[in-house]
DNA sequence: TAGTGAGAGGTTTTT
DNA sequence: CCTCTCACTA
């Protein structure tokens, strides 16, 4: 017989298109070299997770494994298309064609296909938090719960209870006497109201976005056929930022790679800060126990900040009850330290930052490499005046979105009915936009469109001649019977929901000029949208993140100042980062004070705020506060616990003093007598609060 | 039954 | 400051 000798398919280390040996260092080059089999990697802060992911996904693709079958799971959109197109410029375009993208993306993605097993239509509408409010709302009042001489819980706190026992799977029950003890009494009341919401949903065909991860779950148990089709078709999983999965996530994760457990995670413990969503930490300590194959990485070498910098962090997270850390340690050079301020109040704050931005473009830094963080989204409404009227770009992530303003939402509203017409939150947000119809008309009309079947028909039915509203219901008809007539690109429907909603926004809002501009900016955006369930499923999965038009229009994305919640820029890095309000109450927020475990939260929050920089970082903490709900009162406030109790140590941080500086020539330019000004109030709030003192 | 104005109460972080 | 509710008016 003859011999026919297979070749040896798998390339020789020299023939790969990367030299992986020297571009990583050798934790990283176990991690990535690793193929098969659970992989479970620990990675502090700047340590190159994310070139850990990118260079992983390279070598699977060098290995001969097809791009299509590798799922990348992140956390954040942004996440994901960054690392495929920094695999793609390590590699080629092939690592284009790895899936991935958020969880809830994921899901959405697979149960287009199959929601129809799960007792969906595919054409299901994904619906953000406000949507899920109104419906809870809608069934609180018909329960006539919002009557009763007790005081029911808000809405909004329904719905988070409701939405934390399904992320966390406690009991509502745990809940309620963990975190709203005053509301026990209302147990049976509040379970009852998440049994209707469930089913209210399912009737309109409608997912919110834990429904999106449990539906998911629920599709891969109940059908063996698709879980295992689904695990051969994504061959090798990759979660990135593990530590803030939440139990639904970890074992949606498990389910897909449950055919072949060729899965790796990757974490640190010490950076995990969704707990509020039902994230938990333990799920990376626990990961061995799924899958006891596991093969641990730790890398602990940091790549991105200066020493001085991680002394600071590194005695931060020393601080934590809990550690599980690892001591990071960096080759890079440098000896500034991290520099601590007290400004007067907010806005000295605001103009030392702008200032020093100023300073720091002149001195070839980039905007976009300067990032300003904080723990809400309010904190920076300050800094935002005054760097508008300092012409400086920036843009905002984290806090209010574009998505979430009234008059976007009513536009959307109208596009959301014709893509799937149960959708009955849609429905009532425009009928109400009606001069004439309230709560009562609207709940009519849905119930004649939806439940006895006429469609929008019944917008025209003749029992409703004769009402003054008749005659705009009639042009809303028509408006989206064009619609439904029409082919399935978003923006070529929008002119004439503009004309339809014209009237309405100039009725509805003194403001209605601004609005237009955002209205003029949806527009742009549904310009990259073919169609329209792709757009509404971005617009509530994906939103843009920058909100109205407060930012100072620049084309080109990287030439902006960057301003975000710390929430947001996690995974993110800056030369030089400004975190600032650090005040107790503020950060920490004040509502964590109250249980240790929010507060240990709190300051892995400030260490992924200060793990961010690179080169500077500048911890602000201004000694003045205005009360938030007017700027009449003044309070003062103590600097946040994290700053004291590290200070205590000594020598991490470089006190720097602000003072006023008057031209030399003894003529005061612009800026120092805006200065000046600033100082005249204090003056003149000091002499006021003196003499109430002493009245 | 819709629209309006006064008064109260809450207030973070994200998909 | 903003949102929500409630009671009153048209």
Not at 554 to 577: C, F, M, P, R, Y
Not at 655 to 684: A, Y
Request: charged share 30%; hydrophobic share 35%.
């Amino acid at each position: 017989m003859k011999k026919f000798v297979l070749k040896n398919t798998k390339r020789k280390k020299e023939n790969y298109s990367i030299d992986y040996h020297s571009e990583l260092n050798e934790q990283q080059y176990n991690a990535v070299t690793s193929i098969d089999g659970p992989q479970l990697i620990i990675a502090g802060a700047g340590t190159g997770k994310t070139r850990t992911l990118v260079y992983r996904v390279a070598y699977l693709v060098e290995n001969g494994i097809k791009p299509e079958s590798i799922l990348l799971l992140t956390f954040t959109r942004k996440a994901a298309q960054e690392m495929m197109k920094r695999a793609s410029n390590i590699l080629d375009e092939r690592c284009n064609r790895v899936a991935g993208g958020t969880f809830h993306s994921f899901s959405n993605f697979i149960l287009r296909k199959y929601a129809e097993l799960i007792d969906y239509s595919n054409n299901f509408t994904v619906i953000d938090r406000a949507d899920s409010e109104s419906l809870i709302g809608y069934i609180i009042s018909n329960l006539g719960l919002n009557k009763k001489e007790r005081r029911f819980p808000r809405k909004r706190t329904v719905l988070n209870i409701v939405s934390k026992s399904i992320n966390t799977t406690y009991s509502v029950r745990e809940i309620l006497e963990k975190e709203y003890p005053q509301f026990i009494e209302e147990e049976k009341e509040i379970i009852n109201i998440g049994k209707q919401y469930t089913h209210g949903k399912k009737t309109r065909n409608l997912m919110d976005y834990d429904d999106l991860l449990t539906n998911m779950v629920k599709l891969l148990t109940e059908n063996e056929k698709i879980r295992q089709k689904l695990s051969n078709t994504y061959n090798y999983v990759m979660i990135d930022e593990y530590q803030d999965t939440n139990h639904i996530q970890a074992l949606y994760a498990s389910l897909i790679a449950s055919e072949h457990e060729n899965i790796m995670v990757v974490g640190d413990d010490a950076q995990s800060i969704y707990s509020f969503r039902g994230a938990n930490f333990r799920n990376i300590m626990d990961f061995p126990i799924i899958f006891p194959k596991t093969e641990l990485h730790t890398i602990e070498q940091n790549y991105r900040s200066t020493q001085p910098i991680l002394d600071l962090t590194n005695q931060v997270i020393e601080n934590a009850e809990e550690k599980y850390s690892k001591e990071l340690f960096t080759d890079i050079e440098g000896i500034d330290k991290p520099i601590f301020i007290v400004p007067k109040d907010k806005f000295e704050q605001a103009r030392f930052i702008c200032q020093k931005v100023l300073e720091l473009r002149n001195d070839g830094v980039e905007l976009r490499n300067i990032g300003v963080l904080f723990r809400a989204g309010f904190h920076s409404n300050e800094l935002e005046i005054e760097l508008n009227e300092q012409n400086i770009p920036f843009v905002k992530f984290g806090g209010i979105k574009f998505i979430e303003a009234a008059h976007i939402k009513d536009v959307i509203a109208i596009l959301r009915v014709t893509y799937n017409q149960a959708d009955a939150i849609a429905w009532i947000r425009l009928l109400q936009l009606i001069k004439g119809v309230g709560a009562k008309t609207a709940d009519y009309l849905v119930n004649e469109i939806l439940v006895n079947d006429q469609g929008i028909k019944a917008l025209i039915s003749d029992t409703l001649k004769g009402k003054k509203y008749y005659s705009d219901l009639q042009s809303l008809y028509n408006l989206l019977d064009q619609i439904l007539e029409t082919d399935d690109e978003p923006i070529t429907m929008f002119p004439k929901i503009f004309e339809f909603y014209s009237p309405i926004i100039k009725q509805k809002y003194d403001d209605y000029k601004k609005r237009e501009l955002d209205l003029q900016s949806l527009l742009e955006i549904s310009d990259r949208y073919s169609s329209t369930e792709k757009f509404l499923t971005d617009m509530s999965l994906e939103p843009p993140e920058t909100s109205q038009v407060k930012a100072v229009a620049t084309d080109k994305d990287d030439e902006n100042l960057i301003l975000s919640t710390v929430h947001s820029a996690k995974g993110l890095e800056w030369h030089t980062v400004f975190v600032i309000q650090l005040l107790d109450g503020f950060f920490p927020s004040s509502y964590s004070l109250e249980s240790p475990e929010s507060i240990e939260e709190e300051r892995r929050l400030f260490y992924v705020a200060c793990t961010r920089a690179k080169k500077n970082l500048f911890l602000l903490s201004p000694n003045l506060s205005f009360s938030r709900f007017s700027s009449e009162t003044i309070s003062y406030s103590e600097p946040s616990r994290f700053l004291t109790e590290i200070e205590p140590f000594g020598e991490l941080t470089e006190r720097w003093e602000l003072t006023f500086d008057k031209s030399e020539n003894g003529q005061i330019d612009e800026e120092t007598q805006l200065l000046e000004d600033g100082k005249s109030k204090d003056t003149f709030n000091r002499i006021i609060n003196y003499f109430k003192l002493s009245e």
